[in-house]
């Protein structure tokens, strides 16, 4: 039998993970380089969806992420607390989880595929004919390269790829917070606190929270407001203005003032290309996009998957011609991903309610191990 073929990849979060765990089980050698010294998830809550799951299940994570999961009966929106829709999304598969839990299972699921993970490793570039390069001056070789370095990616500058970056004009602090339900309950009796709740206020002040329980003990809280409200931004949390708008939620917002928090305003990246010979890129590396079809995470784990496959299936010698080909079949659905999310962010249209149906749920749907997903009926 023929040698393994190795993979080198930059990044252990969500992309990096994937890619390395489906690698690895396909019959690769792999090591991933992690620039932290602790491999640990940034951030609070997650929502994931069918094209994600569905790879998810390949690797064999699925029922411990589902060990500690959310299946929110519904979807709702509210305007000024009035509600404006609950959608059963009927058909489409969809789970809410705290990021640390993500991460711990993909990170188990790593380990026990064989992949070996390097923390405190910085990777500062690599070339089209496969090899990486380190902060500490080294540097290896390997049949494929993948950048999951992040919406600053090394491995994608250190190639000269072009990209533009597109600002937009709200933005989000993040919390992972004690649910309260009980207390909740008491405030507003005639609510499922199960739900997945998107609190929107557009008038008289722009300021949303979006409510998205994770399990029984934890919810995930993001509060939205301007990059132009240096109130509504700032961390750590006014909470005398989070409550006054949102009184019904004073027990969680008192949790997330507790906590300092980082405000990110939305943003979207867009990247000439995702290959050069044996490197791909992949995650935000390749596609950070605005979080409103909350996509960015499941775009990568889909992405990471149908790489690995591809990579798997090709001949070493045509290995850089399946990578293009790759990116000229999976783009397409991720870009419009991106399109939709940055116009959601930019229009607020998301405060409507009833949006997740259509095109919009193109992403959710789709199967990326579905061998006959592109061909055309
Ligand atoms: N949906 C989700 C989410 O986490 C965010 C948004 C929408 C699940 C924030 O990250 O629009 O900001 C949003």
């Known amino acids: 039998m023929a040698s393994p073929r190795h993979a080198e990849i930059s990044g252990a979060g969500f992309a990096g993970l994937t890619v390395a765990t489906a690698l690895a089980q396909k019959g690769w050698t792999v090591r991933v380089h992690e620039r932290t010294q602790d491999l640990r998830a940034e951030g609070a809550g997650i929502v994931l969806w069918g094209n994600s799951l569905v790879v998810l299940d390949k690797l064999g994570a699925t029922p411990d992420l589902e060990s500690r999961a959310m299946h929110s009966p519904a979807y709702e929106t509210r305007m000024n607390n009035v509600i404006r829709s609950q959608e059963r999304l009927e058909g489409v598969r969809w789970i809410s989880v705290t990021r640390p839990h993500l991460y711990a299972t993909l990170l188990t699921a790593a380990r026990e595929s064989g992949v070996e993970i390097i923390s405190g490793s910085e990777v500062t570039g690599a070339t089209p004919d496969g090899r990486i390069s380190f902060a500490d001056g080294t540097s290896a070789e390997a049949d494929l390269v993948v950048g999951a370095d992040g919406v600053g990616s090394a491995v994608r ?26 207390e909740l ?26 409510y998205v329980p994770c399990n029984e003990e934890e919810v995930y809280i993001a509060l939205m407001a301007p990059v132009s409200d240096a109130q509504g931004s700032k961390v750590p949390i006014d909470l005398a203005l989070w409550t006054e708008n949102f009184p019904h939620l004073a027990p969680v917002l008192e949790e997330a003032a507790k906590l300092h928090g980082k405000y990110y305003g939305y943003q979207t990246t867009r990247v000439d290309h995702w290959t050069e010979g044996r490197v791909a890129i992949i995650g935000d590396a390749a596609h950070a996009m605005c979080p ?8 990568s784990i889909h992405n990471a998957w149908t790489l690995a496959t591809v990579a798997t299936q090709a001949a070493d010698d045509e290995l850089g011609d399946a990578l293009r080909e790759w990116e000229r079949l999976e783009r397409p659905i ?8 940055q116009y959601y962010a930019d229009t ?12 919009v749920i193109e992403t959710a749907m789709y199967n990326p191990t579905d061998p006959h997903r592109h061909e055309v009926n």
């Not at 250190?158 to 339900?181: A, C, N, Q, Y």
């Not at 409103?292 to 775009?299: D, T, V």
């Open 157 to 182: 500058d250190s190639l000269g790829i072009p990209l533009k970056r597109e600002r937009s004009r709200d933005g989000i602090t993040r919390f992972l917070v004690p649910r309260h339900k009980a």
């Open 185 to 210: 309950q008491l405030l507003e009796p005639d609510t499922d606190w199960d739900n997945y709740i998107d609190f929107w206020n557009i008038e008289p002040r722009v300021l949303r929270v979006l």
């Open 292 to 299: 409103a079809l909350a996509q960015g995470a499941g775009c």
């Open 334 to 341: 991720t870009d419009r991903a991106q399109d939709r999310s």
């Open 348 to 359: 607020r249209q998301m405060a409507q309610g009833n949006q997740f149906q259509g095109d």
